[in-house]
């Protein structure tokens, strides 16, 4: 299957990273306000040229670990306002994953959530998934109240289960399958 960007809300572009895009990402990962609930902590402008290069790549989507990264441009500014992720966790069990990390001058205005959506239908009407999933510390509640919204269901509470910048944290896992997306109203 194969599927197509950029994708147009209403008030949003979702469209693949350009070299020009630096300057917004540097912003974006080097902000420990916005790393605080990551995987990776503040990235140098060294991590980042590598984060957009890999950001740059044409990625079929058909192979166990590729992802597919798409910036969140506002249309009326043309503001960069964050990132989706949707990773292959899976591709013979057609299983992915959901990511996104925003500005924190664009919470709170429903960038996250319009994105979002947009990347699960992507992922279950283009690319044909069964299940998508989400990972995250359970201390991240707005991403939490996020998820819900989308209408992901809480599926797990691993305690003590991700060791993140010199702590123990619990890790929440949410999930969607293919059929409860279709019969979302």
């Known amino acids: 299957m194969s599927y197509s960007l950029p994708i147009e809300t209403d008030r949003l572009t979702l469209r693949r990273y350009v070299e020009d ?9 080097s902000n ?19 984060a957009l ?9 058909d192979t166990d670990g590729q992802a597919l990264t798409a910036a969140v441009i506002r249309r009326d500014t043309g503001q ?3 990132e989706v992720t949707l990773f292959v966790n899976n ?25 979002a959506v947009e990347l699960l239908r992507l992922g279950f009407e283009e690319l ?8 995250l510390d ?19 509470h691993f305690v003590r289960n991700e060791y993140l910048k010199g702590e123990w944290t ?16």
């Open 53 to 61: 290069t890999g950001r740059l790549a044409d990625v079929p989507m």
């Open 21 to 29: 895009d630096y300057d917004d990402l540097l912003k974006l990962q």
């Open 80 to 82: 960069h306002v964050g």
């Open 170 to 185: 619990d890790e929440l896992v949410f999930a969607m399958l293919a059929d409860e997306w279709n019969k979302r109203s």
């Open 32 to 50: 420990p306000d916005v790393t605080r609930f990551l995987l990776y902590d503040v990235r140098t402008p060294e991590q980042v040229k590598q």
């Open 128 to 135: 044909g998934m069964h299940r998508i999933i989400a990972r």
């Open 91 to 115: 591709a013979e069990q057609r299983t992915g994953e959901l990511g996104y990390v925003f500005h924190p001058e664009s919470h709170g205005h429903g960038y996250a959530a319009e994105a």
């Open 138 to 156: 359970y201390r991240n509640t707005g991403s939490v109240k996020l998820l819900q919204r989308l209408g992901l269901r809480e599926e797990a």
